[in-house]
């Protein structure tokens, strides 16, 4: 389990992960968007055990009205997957598969020169 997964257990909904966070645990195939059962067999791991992916813009829903109460938000705040900074930051900087000539340095606790290669 990930932080962002136990956080979004505290906030009352299921224990998902996004595609790119997932795709930071080695058992888990970016390209198939699903665990590698070898990989998972390998490290010792239950498929059972693994969190569902969805999209970094999944809509979650509403954070419940316990919740709400005890973090002081108002009515109607909704909860979006998110993803992870780096995957965020090198999206942010326009590099996908039509713009193979952008690169971007990111730093932050570790530094990276991200780009699309073909």
Not at 42 to 56: H, M, Q, W
Not at 69 to 95: K, N, S
């Amino acid at each position: 389990m990930t932080f962002s997964e136990f956080i979004r257990m505290r906030l009352g909904f299921p224990a998902i992960i996004d595609y790119a966070t997932a795709a930071s645990s080695l058992p888990y195939d970016i390209r198939k968007q699903d665990y590698s059962d070898t990989l998972l067999k390998e490290f010792g791991l239950n498929r059972g055990c693994s969190a569902k992916t969805v999209p970094a813009d999944y809509m979650l829903g509403e954070i419940g009205p316990e919740v709400r109460t005890e973090l002081g938000l108002p009515q109607g705040v909704q909860f979006v997957t998110g993803g992870y900074d780096a995957h965020c930051g090198i999206l942010g900087a326009g590099i996908t598969q039509a713009t193979p000539q952008v690169a971007a340095d990111i730093a932050g606790t570790f530094e990276r020169v991200a780009c699309h290669q073909k």
